[in-house]
């Protein structure tokens, strides 16, 4: 049995690729279809099934144009409904793949439907577990988003949560490993690890939650504790994984439309459409941008990004890129969160926009060197940190408010834009993002200060103490 752990960055998300005797399961695919027919087909072997642990919320999968393709089943555990057929998987219930089996085991908790999927290879052993949300590695799955007012509370999910790790996944031999669905960097948890796979034996003794002299009344208390909203793309995104979207295909097609600088600048200045700048920040600094583009640079946590901040999921969208080679992979990041409505991109990037005659905006930027001897000489009127409040209380520079970039749109009021504004995040590229939507809501002086509080630590602007941050949950 080969299982292979696909691992995307931006999402922090881990997707499975299984494989027995020429036949193929698909786990919690993302959005795009071709990876999975590549490796299907490099191996000559059949996708037999797609199995989902649960409805996304952070990104939106690819079942149902996977499913299309290929002709497999999709398998989701009991009380899963959709608007496309579905196969509902009963509680322990084996699914023969080549000389092996996956077998269903229902896993409720941050979701109802959520299950989770026991392997035993052609030798009859259960060397993995993929556990989805249920289990990741230091955590489990926020209990909060499958709600139902008036019949299921967050303490409900949470309690669910505790009985199936307790009676069905704790219950497991400890050498087994646990292959989660998400890690570090993930909205789906609030403290999960780096590491993206471990045994069972080692999380009993390292992750709070499976505390073995844990009550569940404590479990409730500690993993509903220090939730932060999430983000207010995953509702939307729940949506569309129960539904039938455009396909990937069509959806790559349209996004992928080379649009030459004077269709672009048009473009640009209607109304409902967002100029997204995708480039490093170099090139967007250096090389200035688009009036009214917004910076979400693509290497970086692009997705969550414009899942964050677009708060239109059907937002019309042009794009330029650093590299004409990688729109169909912008297009792509776009899709994996439902935002299906790109338009298409600057044809020969921004020196072809600039060949054409056409001007360019520039952010203003600074060292935090310089940053730290205008702090102390108290010529700026805002200095601002759009970190997080919890990376801000944790420790910042004295001096400088903090205004989240998570939550930009909710407070942009907050702003009075006819003040100077010097802004800075961890290592430069929120704050960078925080700039041009700062500078495309009518800020006109906004400066961003490069490398961020990692920079601003090597200086001698002053720092408060630093608490750490789990105290503050
Ligand atoms: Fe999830």
Redesign the pocket.
């Known amino acids: 049995m080969k299982v292979e752990q696909l691992f995307t960055g931006c999402l922090a998300e881990m997707a499975y690729y299984i494989e027995s005797n020429g036949e193929v399961a698909i786990v919690d695919p993302l959005r795009e279809t071709e990876p999975y027919l590549e490796m299907a087909k490099a191996n000559n072997a059949k996708i037999k099934y797609i199995f989902l642990t ?1 409805f ?3 990104f939106v999968s690819g079942q149902y144009d996977l499913a299309q393709k290929t002709g497999a089943k999709i398998v989701f555990g009991p009380n899963a409904t959709a608007e496309y057929d579905i196969y509902n998987g009963k509680d322990g219930e084996d699914f023969p793949l080549g000389g092996g089996k996956l077998t269903l085991i229902h896993t409720p908790g ?2 109802m439907e959520s299950s989770s999927y026991l392997i035993t290879d052609e030798e009859g052993n259960t060397p993995c577990i993929l556990t989805g ?1 249920a289990l990741f590695i230091g955590d489990v ?1 926020r209990p909060d ?1 499958a709600v139902k007012q008036g019949t299921l509370t967050e303490a409900d999910l949470a309690g669910h949560l505790f009985d199936s790790l307790r009676n069905k996944i704790m219950t497991l031999p400890d050498d087994i490993i646990v292959y989660p ?1 998400h890690g570090a960097g993930s909205a ?1 948890g609030k403290n999960m690890s780096s590491e993206t796979f471990d045994t069972l034996g080692n999380q009993k003794k390292t992750n709070y939650a499976l505390r073995a002299d844990m009550t569940k009344e404590e479990f409730i208390v500690e993993v509903t504790t220090g939730l932060k909203p999430p983000p207010q793309y995953f509702p939307n995104n729940v949506k569309m994984n129960k539904s039938i979207n455009t396909s990937i295909d069509d959806v790559l097609h349209k996004g992928t439309t080379p649009l030459d600088p004077a269709t672009f600048k048009e473009m640009s200045e209607q109304k409902d459409v967002l100029v997204i700048d995708t480039r490093s920040k170099e090139a967007y600094t250096e090389e200035g941008t688009v009036s009214g583009a917004w910076f979400i640079g693509i290497d970086g946590s692009f997705a969550p990004w414009v899942g964050a901040l677009v708060t239109n999921i059907q937002q019309k969208i042009i794009f330029i890129a650093d590299d004409e080679t990688r729109v169909n992979e912008i297009v792509t990041r776009f899709s994996r969160v439902g935002y299906d409505n790109t338009q298409g991109y600057l044809a020969g990037g921004i020196k072809n926009w600039k060949a054409q005659g056409f001007d360019v905006d520039k952010i203003g930027s600074i060292s935090a060197a310089k940053f730290a001897e205008m702090l102390a000489e108290g010529s700026m009127e805002k200095p601002t940190d759009v970190r997080k409040e919890s990376e801000y209380l944790s420790e910042h520079v004295k001096g400088v408010e903090n205004f989240p970039l998570d939550d930009i749109n909710a407070n942009f009021a907050e702003i009075d834009t006819s003040k100077a504004y010097f802004l800075h995040c961890a290592s430069g590229y929120r704050s960078l993002i925080a700039s041009s939507i700062f500078k495309a809501n009518g800020v006109e002086n906004v400066t961003d200060v490069r490398g961020g509080f990692k920079d601003l630590k090597e200086t001698n602007a002053p720092l408060t103490e630093y608490v750490c941050p789990t105290t503050l949950l």
């Open positions: 649960h996304h919320a952070d941050h979701t949300d799955g988003l669905n789906c």
